[in-house]
């Protein structure tokens, strides 16, 4: 049982810091003007992000975040959001 806690609190943390990553950058996209597609490293984590004219007037924004866990196991979180283009 306390195997598993670790574990779960291992992801959860993991998991929180993703989503905090995507969130600033995230931002940082919906600040720009025009967004661009780009990657970095933040700590042990890799974030890359997607810039995508879905037509004249609108862009698809993509943020994931990639890190691996205590057992080595690589795990994602991501979100897609929208800008209305200028």
């Known amino acids: 049982m306390m195997v598993t806690s670790i574990q779960a609190n291992d992801y959860a943390k993991g998991s929180t810091e993703a989503s905090m990553l995507i969130k600033d950058k995230m931002e ?49 979180n991501s979100m897609t959001s929208y800008k209305a283009s200028r």
Do not use: C, F, Y
């Not at 940082?28 to 004249?56: C, E, F, Q, Y």
């Not at 609108?58 to 196991?73: A, F, I, K, P």
């Open 28 to 76: 940082d996209l919906k600040n720009m003007n025009p967004p661009t597609s780009g990657t970095d490293t933040v700590g042990t984590a890799t974030r890359i992000w997607t810039v995508t004219d879905i037509n004249s007037n609108l862009r698809q924004l993509n943020v994931s975040v990639t890190w691996h866990d205590h057992e080595g196991r690589q795990r994602t």
